[in-house]
């Protein structure tokens, strides 16, 4: 790029026209040019690259001429006055060179100018100056100030919000690669235009952040656009549209420049925009595109995402997309209606390991219905159980959904002709079904196995357990589930055999999978056995039917034949004796506890924590003693768990006793016990402990605390964040204390705001006021009002905090919040 | 569970009564024929359940019919229902039973038959409940929003032995009776292709929330559908033709016309696999979000191919005829084509339109009243004049392309096992989930 000549006195008129596009539109040759002065000459970006991108961007549009000022510290009060709009591209930040000074005269006419009706432009970084001058920064819109940062450079969206302004009137969503600015200082006044929401992956926010703003002040205009960190970002179409339309309406307060024609609404990456039907083209891309899906939002995405996935479908990377997709059903910054889209999608790509994220919506009243959806076609036993469980606690219309849903899984109806079905008779006949089942007629198949389902017989179940060897493996699969539905216990000699002769270990999974379910102690020794197999499926399957084969006569079983078991195989069965809760495991399992090989005594203390209750903690505690040092983590952990089992104040005398004699390591674990036992006693040891000189010791008590969360120790809590000797436990103190008050549900606002006031003096960094905020919008007074006002008064870093936290106690108070003052604040 | 009051040996016994009124003198009732008004005990009681726009058109059409005894109206929407009451009003001088919901209404004994002119979403739920409880059915097209649901529906009708005719009505058109007749008696030569279209679904529609009317139970409207804000445009007939929450969109909506015709000309069972591929549009923002625009191949069992497609490329394939119609149907054979739509017929050749068509016809069954038509059936248990089976037939061709077009992936079906042979994942799309205790399949 050629640079034209320097004017003087430091303007240059910028003479990019004829080396670049003819103008969009004919405006130029009949409304005369608007000009534009454009700042630059320092930047910590490269200025001397883009500036000429940004005055070709405007001289294109046939609307603007197009002058360019170096020497902006050298700027003189009678530069302004032929300029319709000036444009930043200039900053200090971080630059050798001071703040440039201009003297009143200069700024009164720069603002005298700007407020005579005509605008301010800033391009990214085009505002770090004049941090100082707050009627500069009010038409800045926003600048990287107090706290300001960004992530990796990536492709991502940018969405309009709902502001009302000609810039982005009629503007779709687009994407950009470019530096996405985070928490940008907003000034007074501005008006948010655009967001993006920066991934996490590229250490973005994971959160909107505003990024593009216009202001008008005392008669001028402001518009400040963060995007355009390079060159390649700047010329991305979206970007130059939004200069350019933005400019024009700086200058003026109208816009008559239309957006680029080749809009990048779909695929990303500057330069290589194809079209405005352009989508997702990747898994990454489309992942972007949900994440920022909102009810009533562009769906273009979707659809051809829709399409991206159901090539997938039965692939590793169908298996891998449904996978990516199932990690935003947990993420609360992805909307419902976006989730919803997710669930749908997981209908065609879902397999087992997203029964879990789609169990988890299923208390989520917005969404259980779309996490039924996915779940009934996701095949497989995961799916149908995470579905019978979830009927149980569910309100009636879901059970009602669940049951259809569970219906339509087990007989995929239309399939099945009912005449046909009814040929075998009231009381089926298991040679008529046997004969059927063998058959090559799939409606003769389905019709068996509805007759059989529906007129089910513990006779006939048997008859067709002990043939099962000559079925195909999907007959032998639908017999065995039927009889497993049954909970069939006639059928399991006849199934233990079959299962035993099985050779295919595709089929052997299935008979593990059922014997789970009507199993007892018979089954044992053969579940057992299919711990050695080499298939990890198959082992998987034996571990969970392990877990749920009926009694403590398996359980004896289990527990007998655990030293005959090669080591390797130890720790799977003593995690399953921990899952299956049974105390008769639990003599067993601590003494695995003592065992040499370290993988058996983790899977030994851990199935100890899930067995153990309280009565059992006199019991943990004399197994702990003598652990190696290494295990104690893991010891603590299910001491915990004994201890906050069952009637947790059982256990506390004997926690209380051996923390009279207990040397320094074990007083963590005692007291995380206590902590969690919660109960009153429990919490003496912990108040007591808090006393210690021990810094290490009172950490723990006060850790153990905020697990108790007892507003009983509200003012135990207080006293330490004022009075602890360490900062570190002040801060942590107060984060307990927050915790506990907002966790407590009978709140009284009298005794929070007791503990709150001294705690706000105390506190020593906005980070701590946060908290405190945080608890101070659940105490339902006015005088929290007040204490509000206060924190926020003295330290404005908090104030969106303090809003949220006002916010919360007026709506407490079934009051109306006072209007926000009409006029800007100050800077200062 | 309610029995009809057409009893089975009624039914054999009607059955040589409607055989004699069939071979004789073929009944011709139209809307308001003069014929001698039944008695009250013998005529059937009618149910109309939905009564839109469509719900209402179709009142106008029975009402008039001396054989039915419009019985009850059933909406869970009280301004279509008030609408539909004032005119049983003026055709009965009193007003019929009023019901919100259908389950209560076809609790009633007296009832003989139902008419379903819902949204799509609410099809299945209500037919299979109207079949168990012993009803003659008579259901708008589109058949139902799942593959699952239409066999679900198909196997109830066949092993209940109920009466179900397909709201098509368009062959009880005599134009289209025409085409086919050219179509089966060899006048165009042997079929060797054809271009089916129709008026694709609209984009746009209001996603702003509003509250739900007083005099509608959104519950109940919205039924085994997801439950959505609900917006002016939802609760209009719009708003039932084109959100994918109650409709497959006029890919089936308004499909089934030009599809119906086609099967009934084809004259085929349909039995063999037949593959699909192609591509669509779908609207990127609005409330509407089913296909406004597709472009469908599918290559039939015997290598017979036919075009489905949207009134968009029909601009670009139909230039053999005017596009003066929102659907067409056209049959090309080794001697030309015919070309129909309601109202209209075109062919190569056009002295074929002047040939003479016997009343009693050897190729197709015609009623110039589907209406009363419905109402034979439904005394004397007699076929219908769209069965179920074809019913399935055109709704699965609607499906499959939405699902092509979905997906993007070419698909064979497999009509016979009732299974996408490929790609075989897409098989977990079979059925549709649905919200409430309303049985769907």
Redesign the interface.
């Known amino acids: 790029m050629n640079l034209p000549r320097l004017v003087r006195p430091f303007v240059y008129s910028a003479l990019f026209a004829a080396s670049c596009c003819a103008p969009l539109s004919g405006a130029g040759s009949e409304a005369p040019l608007l000009r534009a002065l454009v700042l630059t000459g320092d930047n910590n970006h490269k200025w001397k690259e883009t500036t000429p991108v940004i005055v070709d961007a405007l001289k294109s549009t046939g609307r603007f001429s197009v002058d360019v000022v170096e020497d902006v510290p050298g700027m003189k009060p009678g530069i302004f006055a032929p300029y319709d709009v000036i444009v930043s591209n200039y900053n200090t930040y971080g630059s050798k060179r001071a703040e440039p000074v201009w003297d009143e005269a200069t700024k009164t006419a720069f603002l005298d100018h700007i407020r005579a009706g005509r605008g301010l432009v800033i391009v990214h970084a085009g505002s770090s100056f004049f941090y100082d001058w707050p009627e500069f920064q009010a038409l800045a819109c926003g600048t990287w100030k107090d706290g300001t940062n960004h992530g990796k450079i990536h492709d991502n969206r940018v969405t309009f919000t709902a502001e009302k302004s000609p810039v982005t009137d009629g503007l779709e969503p687009f994407w950009i690669r470019d530096e996405f600015w985070q928490k940008i200082k907003v000034a007074p006044g501005a008006k948010a235009l655009a967001e993006v929401t920066p991934l996490a992956e590229f250490k973005g926010s994971g959160q909107p952040e505003q990024i593009m703003f216009s202001t008008e002040v005392g008669g001028g205009r402001g518009f400040a656009l963060f995007l355009g960190h390079d060159v390649a970002a700047m010329s991305n179409p979206a970007f130059q549209s939004l200069l350019q339309r933005g400019t024009e309406w700086a200058a003026t307060g109208k816009v008559t420049i239309p957006p680029a024609s080749n809009w990048p609404s779909g695929q990303p990456g500057a330069g290589e925009v194809t079209g405005a039907t352009a989508a997702p083209a990747t898994l990454e891309q489309l992942i972007v595109f949900i994440r920022n899906y909102k ?6 995405g979707l ?1 051809e995402g ?2 991206l996935l ?2 997938t ?2 692939t590793p990377e ?1 298996a891998k997309a449904a996978a990516a997709l199932a990690a935003l059903l947990g993420d609360p910054a992805v909307s419902d209606d976006a989730k919803e889209f997710v669930c749908t999608q997981l ?3 879902g397999g087992e390991a997203e029964v879990r994220p789609l169990a988890a919506l299923l208390k989520d009243p917005k969404l259980a ?2 996490a ?2 996915a779940l ?2 996701i ?1 497989g036993p995961a799916a149908a159980r995470a579905l019978r469980v979830a009927s149980a606690g569910s309100e009636s ?1 879901l059970k ?2 669940i ?3 569970l ?2 899984r087990e007989n ?8 046909l079905s009814a040929a075998f008779g009231e009381s089926p006949d298991a040679g008529l079904l046997l004969a059927a089942l063998r058959s090559s007629d ?1 409606d003769k198949w389905n019709a068996a196995l509805l007759a059989f389902g529906s007129r089910y017989s513990s006779k006939t179940a048997a008859r067709l357990a002990s043939s099962l060897k000559g079925l195909s493996p999907e007959t032998k699969e639908a017999v065995l589930r039927i009889i497993a539905d049954r909970r069939e216990t006639k059928a399991l000699p006849a199934i233990l055999s079959a299962a035993a002769a099985e050779g295919d270990p595709a089929a052997a999974a299935v008979f593990i999978e059922v014997l789970g379910g009507i199993g007892d102690a018979s089954a044992v020794p053969f579940l057992l056995t299919q711990l050695s197999t080499s298939d990890p499926k198959v082992r998987d399957a034996a571990v969970a039917s392990l877990e749920r084969v009926r009694g403590t006569e398996a359980t004896v079983k289990i527990v007998d034949t655990l030293d005959l078991l090669p080591p390797e195989s130890q720790p799977a069965v003593l995690t399953v004796l921990g899952l299956r809760r049974d105390p008769a495991a639990l003599t067993a399992t601590l003494a695995a506890a003592k065992s040499r090989d370290k993988e058996i005594r983790g899977a030994a203390i851990r199935a100890v924590g899930k067995i153990a209750v309280v009565s059992q903690v006199a019991g943990i505690l004399a197994a702990i003693e003598g652990a190696p040092a290494d295990d104690l983590p893991l010891w603590e952990k299910s001491l915990a768990s004994a201890a906050g089992a069952g009637d947790r104040n059982a256990g506390v005398p004997a926690i209380a006793s051996a923390l009279s004699t207990a040397g320094p390591e074990m007083v963590p674990i005692l007291l995380t016990a206590a902590g969690a036992a919660g109960t009153g006693d429990a919490l003496v040891l912990l108040r007591e402990k808090l006393q210690s000189p021990d810094e290490q010791v009172r950490r723990v008590a006060l850790s153990a605390m905020g697990r108790a969360l007892n507003p009983v120790l509200l003012d135990d809590l207080q006293e330490a964040v004022s009075g602890d000797a360490s900062p570190v436990l002040r801060k942590l103190a107060l984060r307990k204390l927050s915790d506990t008050l907002i966790a407590d549900e009978a709140l009284d606002p009298g005794r929070a705001l007791a503990v709150l006031e001294p705690s706000a003096t105390a506190a020593s960094d906005s980070d701590d006021r946060r908290a405190i905020l945080a608890a101070l919008g659940r105490v339902k007074s006015e005088k929290a009002l007040e204490v509000v006002a206060r924190i926020e008064a003295a330290d404005p870093a908090v104030a969106p905090e303090a809003s949220a936290a006002t916010a919360n106690i007026y709506k407490l108070l079934k009051k109306i919040p006072p209007p926000k003052p009409a006029s800007p604040q100050p800077n200062h | 569970m309610t029995k009809s009051r057409f009893s089975r040996r009624q039914f054999l016994g009607g059955l040589t009564k409607a055989m004699l009124a069939t071979a004789i003198a073929p009944r011709v009732l139209s809307s308001g024929a003069s014929a001698a008004a039944r008695p009250a005990s013998e005529r059937i009681n009618v149910l109309s359940i939905g009564t839109g726009n469509q719900g209402r058109d179709l009142l106008s059409n029975f009402l008039g019919l001396p054989d039915c005894q419009l019985a009850g109206l059933c909406d869970p929407y009280g301004k279509n229902r008030n609408l539909a009451m004032q005119k049983v009003q003026a055709a009965y001088g009193s007003e019929c039973k009023s019901y919100v919901d259908f389950e209560e209404a076809l609790a009633e004994p007296s009832i003989d038959a139902v008419v379903i002119a819902t949204p799509d979403h609410w099809h299945s739920a209500m037919i299979l409940a109207a079949v168990r409880a012993g009803k003659a059915v008579y259901c708008e097209k589109p058949l139902a929003l799942s593959l699952n649901q239409n066999r679900a529906i198909q196997n109830a009708v066949r092993s209940s032995g109920a009466v179900f005719q397909y709201g098509t009505m368009q062959r009880s058109m005599p134009n289209i009776r025409l085409a086919v007749e050219l179509v089966r008696g060899g006048v165009i030569g042997d079929l060797k292709r054809l271009d089916v279209w129709a008026a694709g679904s609209a984009s746009g529609g209001s996603t702003a929330e509003i509250p739900v009317p007083p005099d509608l139970d959104y519950n109940l409207y919205t039924g085994p559908a997801n439950m959505r804000p609900c917006t002016a445009d939802r609760i209009t007939n719009k708003g039932s033709w084109y959100c994918s929450d109650y409709a497959l969109g006029f890919i089936a909506g308004w499909g089934a016309h030009p599809l119906d015709v086609a099967i009934w000309g084809m004259d085929s069972d349909l039995s063999g696999p037949y593959e699909l591929r192609g591509s669509g549009k779908f609207p990127v923002s609005g409330l509407y979000d089913t296909a406004t625009d597709w472009d469908v191949e599918i290559a039939f069992a015997d290598g017979l191919p036919m075009h489905f497609f949207s009134r968009g490329p029909a601009s670009k394939y139909v230039d053999y005829r005017p596009l003066d119609t929102g659907d067409g149907t056209t049959f090309f054979g080794t001697k030309g084509w015919v070309s129909v739509s309601r109202g209209v017929i075109y062919a190569s050749n056009p002295d074929w339109l002047k040939i003479p068509i016997p009343k009693a016809s050897e190729h197709v069954v015609y009623k110039p009243n589907y209406y009363q038509a419905f109402l034979d059936s439904t005394r004397y248990r007699t076929s219908t004049l769209t069965s179920v089976d074809d019913a399935v037939r055109s709704d699965a061709i609607s499906h499959l392309s939405n699902l092509v077009i979905r997906t993007g992936e070419p698909i064979v079906w497999d009509p016979k096992t009732y299974q996408i042979r490929s790609p075989k994942p897409l098989n977990r799309l079979m059925d549709l989930p649905t919200r409430g205790p309303w049985a769907t399949t």
């Open positions: 009810y009533a939002g562009d769906r273009s659809i829709e399409k159901a090539h479908a039965g169908g209908r065609l790509i219905a779309s039924v959806e009934e076609a095949p219309g009602a959904q049951a259809q849903a219906k339509r995929p109806l239309g399939l099945v002709k009912p005449n799939p």
